[in-house]
């Protein structure tokens, strides 16, 4: 068979061009797949977990929103790194400036403390005065009728009708016959008259008249405001009896109330500033001339008393003052002063954040410090800080929770513990903390307290219990309102206010964390016995109203119900709190006693006919049964 040699030529450049093509793109492979597999294996980079800047205990393997709060997470930075301290807690710039973590280098100054004095102008009561009667007798005029009428020395005040200054009058005529025989009766009659504060012009009247006067008039013995009117027209007095109280205001007293735990920063000459509120934007000042030595059993406070000119008569018994007075302590002139929001405090130490920072990271330390005095808004170090170091001053409870959730020694856990981690398996670390979130729980219990401070300290401790999301301390019922996520002990709640110093139902604080904390905030003990005996039941009602009346009107309806120990209803979220004792009622017998009153409850519907007469102002959505 001949064989086309023009085919066999095409038939070869084909099979050449298909071999080069192959060679340029599968070329080489094995040894460049080996290097793409290297290359890939170099660059797998370790598993990155988010968290919320404001919610460090949420934790999840994908980027998303925070179940809590909303906001976007945020990698999370590893602390593992050789020149950082094991005890010390890394924050990110980023994360310092959404939790607004603020610092500032701790120097030395004289400690200046300013105490701020609240007090009431008072009547100086050395230049209080009685106006009395200076003989018996009856009033027939009464020429100084109400108080606060200013009189002067020598004033006419009364005039008074008197039987006795009439038979004066009649012997001091009688002895006027007989002067020239028998002068010392004369004397003896004037002398009578004199006494009973008649001037020497008004018995040389009679005796020129020759006539007794029927009444007399009364002479006002100092200048001053009346404060008191003791008699009225018409009324009969004895000699001596007390007609008028008169207050001289040309000079008054300043009486600031000092409490006993500044007595120690006051003294007498202390310099005092003070306003007014009668006249804003003007200043006045003076000196303490007297400090009172006894404390008022009841309000705990000492009087501190200023001496002030009064000649314009501006300042007024009984306007407030408020008073500052600026004292620094002698004994430690130079000493490390930080502010109170720099010092965390538990009841038994207190501690600070100490910061250390380098070009690439910024970490924070606990430390144990030893207060001295409070100065105001700052506290007086003793020991714990050197001069040139930079502690936290703002944030420090954010770099606490981060501190506690990484297992890092923390406020309530100086020691440490194991570090709290999130949820490995992805995006359902989300959909378990929404269902955290939504099928949250609630509670309330009795914490002892007694002012914004035991507040304030009660319901920190209780945010300091990882899942807690809510704390609000009632002082008026002396309850804590709880909410909190699924799996929160509420006995770890107990225990951590407990510890820094406030008597739970449950739990009872140490005697020495009591006995440390302020005077202001020393409240009654519980009597665990006594509850003992008699445990009261809580609960939580839904009960309709609109205002105050109806607030009114709801509790002392549940009040009205014996074994009721406290009643507090929530006009915004429409919930009364009760506690009461089981043994004697029950949640449905004071609801009964809550709609006959007109109030709809979750259970008992107000009568129609009560609730239309109901004043215009607490007619409330009716609830729907």
């Known amino acids: 068979m001949k064989v086309n040699r023009k085919h066999i030529i095409i038939l070869v450049a084909t099979l050449a061009m298909g071999i080069l093509l192959g060679w340029i793109f599968f070329g080489g492979s094995k040894s460049d797949s080996g290097n793409d597999l290297h290359d890939h294996s170099s660059e797998i980079s370790t598993e990155t977990t988010y968290t919320c800047s404001m919610h460090p205990q949420i ?12 906001m976007d997470l945020i990698p999370l930075e590893s602390d593992d790194n050789d020149d950082l301290d094991p005890m010390a807690i890394r924050m990110s710039k980023t994360a310092m400036q959404l ?3 603020s610092t500032e280098i701790v120097g030395k100054t004289m400690p200046v403390k300013t105490l701020r004095l609240n007090g009431k102008v008072q009547a100086d009561e050395r230049l209080v005065s009685t106006q009395s009667a200076h003989f018996s007798g009856r009033i027939e005029k009464l020429l100084v009728k109400f108080t606060g009428q200013f009189v002067s020395k020598g004033q006419v005040v009364a005039h008074i009708y008197s039987p006795e200054l009439v038979t004066a009058q009649e012997e001091l005529l009688e002895a006027l016959k007989s002067k020239e025989t028998q002068p010392q009766l004369l004397d003896a009659a004037k002398e009578k008259l004199k006494k009973w504060k008649l001037s020497e012009n008004q018995v040389e009247q009679i005796i020129q008249s020759g006539v007794t006067q029927d009444d007399f008039p009364l002479i006002a013995d100092i200048s001053g405001y009346i404060t008191d009117r003791k008699v009225n027209l018409g009324d009969y007095v004895r000699k001596g009896q007390p007609l008028y109280e008169i207050t001289d205001l040309s000079r008054v007293w300043i009486l600031l109330d000092v ?13 005092v500033n003070y306003t007014v509120q009668s006249y804003p934007g003007e200043n006045f000042n003076g000196s303490i001339s007297f400090i009172d030595p006894i404390i008022d059993s009841k309000s705990r406070v000492s009087k501190a ?4 000119s009064n000649k314009d008569y501006k300042l007024k018994p009984e306007m ?27 009841g038994e130490r207190s501690v600070v954040y100490v910061k250390s920072a380098s070009s690439e990271q910024v970490s924070f330390k606990m430390r144990k410090i ?21 502690i936290a001053v703002n944030g420090t409870f954010s770099i ?6 990484a297992g890092k020694p923390s406020m309530m856990s100086p020691e440490g513990g194991a570090a709290i981690t999130g949820h490995d398996h992805g995006t359902m670390q989300t959909e378990d903390s929404h269902a955290q979130h939504e099928q949250g729980s609630h509670a309330s219990f009795k914490v002892g307290g007694n002012c914004g401070m035991c507040k304030d300290r009660i319901e920190k401790a209780a945010l300091s219990v990882s899942g807690v999301t809510s704390a609000k301390w ?25 510890r820094v110093g406030h008597d739970t139902e449950k739990v009872k604080t140490s005697d020495n964390v009591y006995d440390k904390l302020p005077e202001c905030c020393l409240y009654e003990r519980f009597d665990y016995k006594q509850a003992e005996k008699t445990k009261m039941e809580h609960a939580m009602v839904k009960v309709a109203g609109s205002c105050g009346m109806c607030k009114d009107r709801i509790e002392k309806a549940a009040l009205s119900v014996d074994g009721v120990v406290s009643a507090n209803w929530d006009q915004e979220s429409q919930t009364l709190h009760l506690d009461f004792d089981p043994q004697k009622t029950n949640s449905d017998e004071i609801q009964k006693a809550i709609a006959t009153v007109g109030h709809d409850t979750e259970k008992y519907k107000a009568p129609d006919s009560v609730y239309n007469k109901l004043p215009e102002c607490c007619l409330y959505k009716r609830l729907s049964y």
């Not at 008393?305 to 002030?308: F, H, N, S």
């Not at 930080?338 to 965390?344: D, E, L, N, R």
Request: hydrophobic share 35%; with cysteine.
């Open 320 to 346: 407030f003052v408020s008073a500052t007075i600026e004292t620094d302590l002698p004994s430690t002139p130079n000493a490390i002063v930080i502010p109170k929001t720099a010092v965390m405090w538990t």
């Open 99 to 101: 939790a607004s973590v």
């Open 474 to 498: 009632d002082e008026k019922s002396q309850t804590l309102h709880l909410d909190y996520n699924q799996g929160v002990q509420t006995d770890d709640i107990h225990k951590a206010i407990a």
């Open 400 to 405: 606490d929770a981060a501190a506690q959730l």
């Open 305 to 308: 008393r200023l001496e002030v």
């Open 370 to 390: 030893t207060l001295g005095p409070a100065l105001g808004n700052s506290y007086v170090v003793e020991d714990g800080l050197e001069e040139g170091e930079e």
């Open 259 to 271: 409490y006993e735990s500044d007595i120690s920063w006051i003294k007498k000459g202390s310099k």
């Open 59 to 70: 934790r999840q393997n994908e980027p998303g929103d925070c179940p809590i709060c909303g």
